[in-house]
Structures are given as structure tokens and as C-alpha cells.
């Protein structure tokens, strides 16, 4: 194996002509350029240079070499500066995955707050909702997940193998038409709800929803479903029917025709950041990570 140290040594005794004159250039002895000299002919099997008394020269193999050295130790030097800057956070790349509320609500502040703090961080940023994110995570497709869960629920070592940021614990909250019965309710339990017609969220939301309901003693009459969070503000506030969403999914629409009430029991999720354990060690991840959490608790 050619190392990087020992193409510059014969670099400079190429371009000064001796070990010596090799020597004070690089601030060694004229022992330590022989060495390493001899130690690159033995890693390549062939001779480099050729000694005449006091003269010099270049075998044809060591021409070879240098002239290849020129751009190995340019490459090498970019890459050093290349990690250096991402190290540093003057540059670096974060692929970040995240469902839809959190999108609109924690990623653009702490995004902007990243950006602010070192402009040099780019992240990409794609959309999708747990478990798919979180296998994105798995199968190195992006580097953060943001993603949640709801108390309670089962698989509680579903991310045991993953770095767990908590960011905040969100409230559900249900959403009916404004001129409902129980628009300016306090609260409402789910089994006041029981007869309604319902407009259910994603995937995960809708088997929450249905585990919620049915512990109420009902299953829920599902007439709409859609994971657009302004859909089913806009189908609730046409009088279509009723939901129960996430506090921080309430926050990033603004619910024209419909009201918010406070659902009894509290029923929560918790969201959290994800990353790997290697990732969580990369700067531009690290610093993500912090501008999410702070970003979730303002």
C-alpha cells in the first residue's frame, strides 16, 4: 500500500535532488527520507531511484510515480479540507425526512435557526409518515426521522436499535363543524361522538382512532379518509363530520368552519427526532437535531 506521506518524501527528493536538500524541506533528517524511501520501493517491488556518488535520478517506475503524485496528494488534500469544513459546519448535507404537521410547524423554525447558525448546512427535506420514515432511516435513505407514536400504544421497542430525540408530547384534540351541538363545549369525551359521522388522518391516526373509539365502547362510522390535515379541517368545517387531530396538525391549518374542543380523556403522542447511532456523531446532524428540539419548545 502506497502511503501519502511517502509520495510526498519522494517528491521533494525528485524536485531537490538529494535526501539532504529532501530532508530540510520537509524538517527531517536525511536518515528519515532513506526510510521512507526504502519503504515505498518495498510497498511498490521495485527500485525508484537510482544512486550515482552524489547524483540522483528517477528510475522510470519513479517518474511514473511522481507525475501520479502530483494529483493523489491534491486529491487527498481537497478531501482534508473537504472534512475539515464539514467537521467544522461550514459545510455538510442532512437528509431529512418528516410527516406532514411537523413539516409546517417545528422544521421550518428550526431549519431557518440552522441555516442562520451555519449557513454552510444544506438539508434536504422529504415528507412521509412512521413506520415509512423510519425505515427510510434504517435503509440509509435520509439521516433524521421525524416521527411519532401514541401513548400507550404497543411496539415500545420499535426504535431501540435508533438515537431518540423527544421533542414534545402533542395533544389530540377534536375538531367539529362550528354550529355543532358541542362547538362550545369545554371538552368533550369520544363516546359523545359516538353517533357522528367521521373524517379520519392517516394510516397510523386512523388505527388510533379506531383503538381509541372502541375502548369507548364504539366503532366509529368512517366516511372520509385522507392524510391531508387541510382536508379534513375543510370536510369538518362543511358540516361532513367530525375528527380528532393532533394539536400541532390543528396549528399549522387555519380550521375555517369548524372549532377545536378539548378532548377528555387526553389522549397524546409523542414526537420524536430519530436518527442512527454513527449519524448521531456527524456535526450537521448533531446541530439539526438541537435546532429541532429548541424549535419544539418554544
Not at 527520507?33 to 511498490?44: D, F, N, R
Not at 459546519?89 to 451555519?118: D, Q
Not at 448546512?121 to 422529504?126: K, Q
Not at 420514515?133 to 439521516?143: A, F
Amino acid at each position: 500500500m502506497i502511503e501519502a506521506r511517502h509520495l510526498r518524501v519522494l517528491r521533494a527528493v525528485a524536485a531537490t535532488g538529494s535526501f539532504s536538500a529532501a530532508g530540510r524541506e520537509l524538517g527531517c533528517t536525511q536518515p528519515a527520507v532513506s526510510q521512507q524511501i526504502k519503504a515505498l520501493e518495498t510497498s511498490v517491488g521495485t527500485p525508484l531511484l537510482i544512486r550515482s556518488g552524489r547524483e540522483m535520478r528517477l528510475t522510470q517506475a519513479g517518474e511514473a510515480l511522481v507525475r501520479h503524485a502530483a494529483g493523489i496528494l491534491a486529491g487527498l488534500t481537497a478531501a482534508e479540507e473537504e472534512v475539515a469544513a464539514i467537521a467544522g459546519l461550514r459545510a455538510g448535507r442532512v437528509r431529512l425526512v418528516s410527516f406532514p404537521s411537523g413539516s409546517s410547524t417545528l422544521v421550518p423554525t428550526a431549519l431557518a435557526a440552522l441555516r442562520a447558525a451555519h449557513p454552510g448546512t444544506r438539508v434536504f427535506l422529504e415528507e412521509a409518515e412512521p413506520p415509512q420514515s423510519v425505515g427510510l432511516l434504517r435503509e440509509g435513505d435520509c439521516d433524521i426521522a421525524l416521527a411519532f407514536r401514541y401513548e400507550g400504544a404497543g411496539g415500545g421497542d420499535e426504535w431501540d436499535d435508533l438515537v431518540v430525540r423527544p421533542l414534545l408530547t402533542d395533544r389530540l384534540v377534536a375538531l367539529v363543524p362550528e354550529r355543532h351541538r358541542l362547538a362550545r363545549a369545554d371538552s368533550v369525551s369520544i363516546g359523545e361522538l359516538a353517533g357522528e359521522s367521521w373524517i379520519a388522518g392517516c394510516p397510523r391516526c386512523r388505527g388510533q382512532l379506531v383503538e381509541v373509539c372502541e375502548g369507548a365502547g364504539f366503532t366509529p362510522r368512517i366516511d372520509f379518509a385522507t392524510d391531508d390535515y387541510p382536508a379534513v379541517v375543510g370536510l369538518v368545517g362543511a358540516g361532513l363530520g367530525v375528527a380528532v387531530l393532533p394539536q400541532l396538525a390543528v396549528e399549522s391549518v387555519r380550521p375555517r368552519g369548524a372549532r377545536t374542543v378539548t378532548l377528555e380523556p387526553a389522549v397524546r403522542r409523542e414526537i420524536v427526532a430519530l436518527t442512527l447511532p454513527d449519524l448521531a456523531r456527524v456535526p450537521a446532524v448533531a446541530a439539526t437535531l438541537e435546532q429541532l428540539a429548541r424549535a419544539a419548545d418554544r
